[in-house]
């Protein structure tokens, strides 16, 4: 017999938490799913979930309204209510730690995109509104441009400048909506000067996409 179907309702979906409440009728069900976040389960009703989990474990368990538990990411079952009256819970997902981990790719991206001198594989880790603050340049914050189309022009302007150049030791760190990148830039220009710096950059994320590269680098003296 196919068991009716759980019914989600998502109440908030942004880049730090899924929060959705499950209502289920008696002996609805939410299918097999794994948990791809750890959560916490904070109960509507009382009532009793029926917990189907690998290898054929059956189990019931409790829930009491207001009485919420956590798990771990990872969990593998098909949740039903195995009581007589509807239940239903929010649940809540912490989802930042998966966006740090997407930013922190693009991050790996960009620098590999700036090893290879592709300057399309560059524009594609930044956002449609984008920034790039030079390390050095005229103004407090270096040199600055705005706008794709400048962005661009100025990393192409890089690579012009800098036939040779590579970007190694790099580490790359993120931080709610700010992210760090550390590299040591060993390259020759065209007039055959070799520049040998340690430095970082600072960004800025809409979304997964940089919306803003600071560029800081050490200053030989
Ligand atoms: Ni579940």
């Known amino acids: 017999m196919t068991r009716p179907a759980a019914e989600p309702v998502v ?22 799913h794994v948990h791809g976040h750890d959560y916490v389960i904070v109960p509507l009703t009382d009532g009793t979930l029926g917990l189907e989990e690998p290898g054929g474990t059956t189990r019931t368990a409790a829930l009491t309204q ?3 538990y ?4 990872g969990v593998h079952h098909n949740v039903s209510n195995a009581g007589t009256a ?23 991206r ?3 995109a700036w090893n290879a001198r592709d300057v399309d594989a ?3 880790c930044m956002a449609a509104d984008c920034a790039f603050h030079a390390s050095s340049g005229p103004d407090a914050e270096g040199r600055r441009f705005a706008g794709r189309e400048a962005v661009r022009a100025a990393y192409t302007g890089m690579f012009d400048s800098f036939p040779e150049a590579a970007w190694t030791a790099d580490s790359h760190h993120v931080m709610g909506d700010t992210g760090l990148s550390e590299w040591r830039f060993v390259g020759t220009d065209r007039a055959g000067k070799r520049v040998d710096v340690q ?23």
């Open 110 to 112: 960009f620098m590999a």
């Open 122 to 124: 560059l524009m594609a």
């Open 66 to 68: 207001g009485l919420p």
């Open 70 to 73: 956590s798990r771990r990411e």
């Open 199 to 221: 430095g970082c950059d600072i960004f800025r994320f809409d979304g997964d996409l940089i919306a803003l590269k600071d560029s800081y680098r050490k200053n030989r003296g």
């Open 11 to 32: 109440h908030i979906d942004d880049d730090r938490f899924k929060v959705t409440e499950w209502r289920f009728a008696p002996g609805a069900e939410t299918g097999w």
């Open 86 to 108: 509807p239940l239903a819970f929010l649940e809540v997902e912490t989802v930042a730690d998966h966006t740090a981990s997407r930013r922190r790719d693009t991050l790996i």
